[in-house]
């Protein structure tokens, strides 16, 4: 059976599998792997949880075994709204969706939302998942650059002004505005003021993803897009970063007609997110458990962010620039024109055993060669400053500087 002559055209669009690769690269103990952004599975507050899933088990497993509503369980979308009311979103249930995880919740918006062709804003560059799901609805894109403060407002405006001189309304615009992936940057709140002006201007809503912004190492948190406009901006996030991404469960927070529509649509998706993993976030995050996870897991990924500047300072020649994170996973390296990392890559994985994120996959359309995203998340501390090192190494010996 040809299965090839069988495929939807939307898989043609799906061409590149950067998501997996990634993924996959953890299962190589002999490589120091900066691609993926996992978590480090060592903040997982492993007895705390084991005692969580057996009190679930113990007052709800029947019901933890089964299929739940499909908006979510009633307990957890409550524990969400007032999660989203302390952020400055006030929520109310009716408002809260919950999902399999982030992507899960933008692969439902876009369910609702485009038709093949539609157009979408996003980051240059983009988280690359995100990427995917919109390429798998057939979507085009416009982007817009993301600086060392994010997504630049005053380049929204002219790209939406020139959409509509083309009679294009694009459906969404995309965001990560806290610790963004793949830059690791974050957008001021001046700034964030500015593109939920301009997006409402122009009628177009955003998608805020702030899948990292619990996971601050220093300095005060901006708002949330959502507070800012509780209409226009649709706000996902996940528990996959703050709980485990085991559990996969996210959620999304918009005006409950809209949550009403992701609901139908959800049906044919999951009909439920994981019952038993709902449980468990809600139990793990009512207790206050989560509070303490998260509060080690800053202290864990501060050190390894530290480690990774050190060692970027010491291995990275002057030519290179990288960015600060002042939290999430991710750092964002700059060399000159005409360096290929997308190229090196396999050669870096086979010579030094050492992966880190090409540019281009962040990129909608392949550009950005001469980036690279390193995730410090996951390596342990102690093998970072080695990993950077060979990694200087090899880039050095093939003349990137
Ligand atoms: C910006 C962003 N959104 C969403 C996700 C995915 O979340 P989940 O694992 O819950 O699907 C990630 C994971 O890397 C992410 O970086």
Redesign the pocket.
């Known amino acids: 059976m040809s299965w090839k002559n069988l495929y939807a055209d939307r898989v043609g669009a799906m061409a590149h599998g950067d998501v997996a690769g990634m993924l996959k690269l953890s299962e190589r103990p002999d490589v120091i792997s900066f691609a ?3 978590p480090d599975p060592n903040v997982f507050l492993l007895d705390e949880i084991r005692d969580v899933f057996d009190a679930v088990f113990a007052e709800n497993g029947k019901t933890a075994l089964g299929y739940g509503p499909t908006k979510g369980i009633t307990s957890l979308r409550e524990w969400l709204a007032d999660k989203m009311t302390r952020s400055g979103r006030p929520a109310k249930v009716d408002e809260c969706l919950v ?8 692969d439902l918006i876009c369910k609702v939302l485009m038709d093949p062709g539609d157009t979408v804003i996003v980051g240059k560059p983009s ?1 690359l ?2 990427l995917h799901v919109i390429r798998s609805y057939q979507g085009r894109f416009a982007g817009v650059p993301v600086d060392e403060r994010g997504m630049q407002p005053e380049a929204l405006r002219s790209t939406l002004e020139a959409l509509k001189g083309l009679s294009v309304r694009p459906k969404f615009i995309y965001l ?1 505005p806290s610790f ?2 793949p830059k690791g940057v974050t957008m001021p709140g001046s700034r964030r003021n500015r593109i939920v002006e301009t997006a409402s201007k122009y009628g177009v809503p955003i998608i805020e ?1 702030a ?2 912004r619990d996971l601050r190492f220093e300095g005060e948190a901006p708002p949330i897009l959502a507070s800012l406009d509780s209409e226009n901006v649709i706000f ?1 996030n ?4 703050i709980f485990n ?1 085991g559990v ?3 959620w999304i927070t918009a005006p409950a007609s809209f949550i009403e529509t992701l609901t139908l649509a959800k049906q044919g998706q999951d009909q439920c997110a994981s019952t038993i993993g709902q449980y468990a976030a809600l139990a793990f995050a009512s207790t206050g458990l989560i509070k303490k996870q998260i509060a080690g897991a800053v202290k864990t990924y501060r050190q390894k962010r530290d480690a990774m500047l050190a060692a970027l300072e010491k291995f990275f020649p002057q030519n290179a620039h990288w960015t600060i994170p002042e939290g999430g ?1 991710y750092t964002w390296v700059t060399f000159s024109d005409g360096v290929d990392t997308d190229s090196l890559l396999p050669q870096a994985i086979d010579e030094v055993s050492v992966a880190y994120g090409a540019g281009p996959a962040f990129f909608y359309d392949r550009g950005g060669k001469e980036h690279m995203r390193l995730s410090y998340s996951y390596v342990p501390v102690s093998q970072i400053e080695a990993g950077i090192e060979r990694l200087a190494g090899f880039l050095s010996k093939n003349r990137v500087f």
């Open positions: 993926g952004g996992l999902t399999t995880g982030g992507i899960a919740a933008l988280y998942a995100a990560v963004q992936n993803d899948a990292y996902i996940t528990f996959s970063k991404p996969r469960i996210g996973f």
